[in-house]
Structures are given as C-alpha cells and as structure tokens.
C-alpha cells in the first residue's frame, strides 16, 4: 500500500516514516510538514535515520493525499480535521493518531468516513486497546458501588490534558456502567471541592521529564481498591500501530473506526 505521512518532521512522525519503510507491504511516498517550515526539501527517510533517498519533505498535503492510498496523520486537531476534508474528495484512508480532538472535531472525522475509510484512536498500542476493554468490563461488574478515577502522566512537551488515551478510558468506563461521559466527568479540583460526588468519573494529569506515556484507571470501593495500569517505553508502539491500521483499511468499507476494529477487539 502507498503510505504517506503528513507531519514528517516531528516526533512521531519521523517513527511512523521510518515504521513505513521497515513494514512489509508497505511504501512510503511521501511526507509533508506546513509550508513554510525549515523541514521543507529535506529527505524524508534521511530525517528518521533510515537509508532509503530519494523523497523529499513537500508542502503540499493535498497532492500526497491524492497519491497515497492511506495517509498517517499525528498532526495537531485543526491540521486533522482539513486533512481529514481532503481525504474525502480522493476516497483515501486516513488514520488519526493526534490527541486533543474535541467534539467538532471528530464530527469531520464522521464526515469524511462516510467517504473514506477512517481510523482514529487516542492510543494505537495493542496493550492499550486491550486495557480499554478491560476497563468496560470491570466497570460493568462493578457498578456505581465504586469510585472511578483516571491517571496519567506524560512528558513536559505534551500540550493537551487529559490525554487522549485517559478519555479513551473514561469512555470506556462510562460505557460500562451504561453512561455518557461528558455528563460525569470531573476534570479539575482546587480548593475547598466538597465530598466527592457519587457516579463521577475523575482524572487527573501529571507532566514531567521524557515520559512516554503512563495511564491507571482506579475503582475504589468498600473495602478494596483494583488497580488497571499500562506503561508505555517506546513510541515505536503507536508507531507500529499506526501502520499496522494503515494496511488493515485496504478493501474496508468508508466508515469511522477504531484500532479495536483493527485488532479484532471491538
């Protein structure tokens, strides 16, 4: 399959060409950063280290999209969603990996997958899709008898809170005690709060040094406290992920999925 990569320079990015490049069944063809960055005319493959010439970094993400058959995109929400626009007039697959969508957000993401075949995730690591189902389904057997709380903890550079693998979780949980999460969900505390109120879900964000990324969900009950924790050392994880879920579109119908569809969890 014909892979491009928008977002090329930076740190994903660079993981996800050099991913490309290693993965059998794939070709990478192209990556692009926005015009105007110092990246542009640069080797793509020479930025990730790899030995393979001959692409260089363009500014034109509409052109690479036309020519891919799948487009990895771990950008920031507004690059997401005018790609995700762009990917639906040529009927190219599209996986997301960018964090801090909002609502509005991932209603273009909707859009574009009744076009394009669509794979978005907080988190495209198999050990975190596999704690989110464990989430759901200790959340189910437990109830509302037990306090949920959501921890996680990434490096100083991370711009968006709570990460997008936390409310991958809260989702989950909410889903398992048959609730919505916005309508449970306590983001912040400070100051005199009052009691914990009962059904709410609860996160809470550290930042620090080059952590890759660490989430805990915590149900405390009566008595006894159970503990769900993934730690992520390497980013090569998403990365391998990402194209993992790139080849996984080839002959899927349009539609908006998740990497629990990718990995048969869902």
Known sequence: MKIGIVGCAGRMGR????????TDGAELIGGTESPGSDF?????????GM?????EVGDDAQALIAASDVIIDFTAPAATVAHAAMAAKT???LVVGTTGLDSDDMAALSQA????????AGNMSVGVNLLVGLTEQVSNILGDDYDI???EMHHKHKVDAPSGTALMLGDA???GRGVNLDDVSDRGRDGHTGARKAGDIGFVSLRGGDVVGDHSIIFSGPGERIELTHKAGDRKLFAGGA???ALWTKGRAAGLYTMRDVLGLA
């Open 149 to 151: 709380e959501i921890a």
């Open 40 to 48: 542009i005319g640069q080797d793509v493959a020479g930025l990730a």
């Open 15 to 22: 993981m996800l060409v050099a991913e490309v490049i290693l």
């Open 173 to 175: 949980a909410a889903k």
């Open 51 to 55: 030995d393979e010439p001959g692409l």
């Open 243 to 245: 194209v993992r879920a």
């Open 113 to 120: 997958a009744e076009s394009s075949v669509v794979v978005q």
């Open 91 to 93: 009927k190219t697959g």
